[in-house]
């Protein structure tokens, strides 16, 4: 069983930073893919950004190119968000999932096999 525990969220005005984190307890995450998704009210959730196990491969939403970066430290089965350039369409709750996976790959598909609970990151104008 894997859980997931993500902090680092709160009140941000336009054009500030956040950096998420994404704490795992339980099985090692060194051969899950992890991921980014947010929900924002009203909207289904959606894709945010991934990365493989080993970190070498990553995938980003369009709307977030060029202002996130995802990474991850696997020694601190940690999975971190930095996210730059916050406009206030980045208002959501942002979940961070994780895929066990064979491949180096970093999946965008939402089928997730692990949640965590969200946190919220609300950007004013």
């Known amino acids: 069983q894997v859980q997931l525990v993500e902090s680092g969220g709160g009140l941000v005005q336009a054009g500030g930073s956040l950096r998420l984190s994404c704490a795992r307890s339980?099985?090692?995450?060194?051969?899950?893919?992890m991921g980014w998704f947010r929900q924002a009210p009203g909207k289904e959730r959606e894709f945010v950004s991934a990365?493989?196990?080993?970190?070498?491969?990553?995938n980003y939403a369009d709307s977030v190119k060029g202002r996130f970066t995802i990474s991850r430290d696997n020694a601190k089965n940690t999975v971190y968000l930095q996210m730059n350039s916050l406009r206030p369409e980045d208002t959501a709750v942002y979940y961070c999932a994780a895929e066990p996976i064979l491949t180096d790959y970093a999946p965008t598909y939402h089928d997730y096999a692990y949640w965590g609970q969200g946190t919220q990151v609300t950007v004013s104008s």
């Open positions: 990365i493989s196990w080993s970190g070498g491969n990553t």
């Open positions: 339980g099985r090692s995450i060194a051969t899950y893919a």
